[in-house]
């Protein structure tokens, strides 16, 4: 058992108890939901995954002798990684 202090009322209440003794306030709901795990995704990793792939590619094709076009599917591939690390 840990004590905790109320946010409301400032007294040190029990984490398992199910209301503040002092001002009412529920306690247990509080406590269970900070204690659930929330999954975060970002909905840009799919636009990072290609802009690493046409930087790749690009890289291999400008090294291999493509000329012009290794470079410009490098650099467009870099402009879209960059896009995606800003989408959320």
Do not use: Q
């Amino acid at each position: 058992m840990a004590l905790i202090k109320c946010s409301e009322c400032g007294k040190a209440v029990s984490d398992k108890a199910a209301a503040r003794p002092g001002c009412g306030d529920p306690l247990l709901a509080a406590a269970t939901a900070a204690k659930t795990p929330v999954r975060v995704v970002r909905a840009g990793w799919r636009w990072e995954a290609i802009g690493a792939l046409l930087v790749i590619g690009g890289l291999i094709a400008a090294v291999a002798g493509a000329g012009g076009f290794g470079w410009f599917v490098l650099i467009v591939g870099l402009v879209i990684f960059v896009i995606g690390r800003f989408i959320n």
